[in-house]
């Protein structure tokens, strides 16, 4: 059974635009949301991450959105640059029970 | 300040053969977790070890993988009779000791073709 379900699979967005990836899960015991940016064949980089306790995290130019009720998530990348063309994935974990599980991932390409 | 250690980075076996890859923590991490990524797919959790101790391998095959995390070196993920189903990306990842944070940080993976 799939528990974080990511959307879209591809998405392409011109540069200097903002960029918006989508996850829902279905784990109501997960409380720690963080977002990994990977590029081909290399291991993924934590980007940045979010706990329940607020709707909002901003660093540069990426933000997490968090809604608690609808059990959603999503990573907004402003200005977004063609260095970040990339695959993004959205994971989730139960702090205490640290393994992460993984949406499927959104391959993000910036065109000029 | 080294990050999370991988190798051999690549590796191809025979169908039948042993497969071993190895993982060195960040300096200061006591956990790791390795993962498998197969062909255009997310990461899926196999195994969870801090020093010689298996916290969770809810995620491993139950033939042929085991995982360990010796009191020092590596931490080894091993694969008996390898298939050519277990061609993938093999991904380690540490995180700090409990109550210091558990962000996860990966490695560069190793990638295993069974021919």
């Known amino acids: 059974q799939q528990q974080v379900k990511q959307s879209p699979q591809s998405l392409i967005v011109q540069k200097g635009g903002i960029s918006i990836i989508n996850c829902a899960y279905e784990?109501?015991?997960?409380?720690?949301f963080p977002w990994y940016q990977q590029f081909p064949g290399k291991g993924p980089a934590l980007l940045i991450a979010?706990?329940?306790?607020?709707s909002e995290k901003k660093e540069g130019r990426f933000t997490i959105s968090f809604n608690k009720s609808a059990k959603q998530f999503s990573l907004h990348i402003m200005d977004s640059q063609p260095g970040d063309s990339a695959t993004y994935f959205c994971?989730?974990?139960?702090?205490?029970?640290?393994?992460?599980?993984f949406g499927t991932g959104t391959r993000l390409t910036i065109i000029p | 300040n080294a990050g999370v250690m991988q190798n051999p980075r690549h590796l191809v076996r025979r169908r039948g053969q042993e497969a071993r890859l190895r993982c060195s923590p960040m300096?200061?991490?006591?956990?790791v977790y390795w993962y498998r990524q197969l062909p255009e797919e997310g990461l899926k959790f196999m195994v969870y070890?801090?020093?010689?101790?298996?916290?969770?391998e809810s995620g491993m095959p139950k033939e042929r993988f085991s995982a360990e995390f010796p009191k020092e070196g590596p931490s080894i993920l091993r694969i008996q009779q390898v298939v050519r189903g277990d061609s993938a990306a093999y991904f380690c990842?540490?995180?700090?000791?409990?109550?210091?944070?558990?962000?996860?940080?990966f490695g560069p993976g190793t990638r295993l073709t069974v021919t």
């Open positions: 990842a540490s995180s700090p000791p409990p109550g210091m944070g558990y962000e996860q940080y």
């Open positions: 784990n109501t015991a997960f409380d720690y």
């Open positions: 979010i706990r329940p306790d607020v």
């Open positions: 994971a989730a974990a139960n702090f205490g029970n640290e393994k992460l599980t």
């Open positions: 300096k200061g991490h006591s956990h």
């Open positions: 070890l801090q020093k010689e101790n298996i916290i969770d």
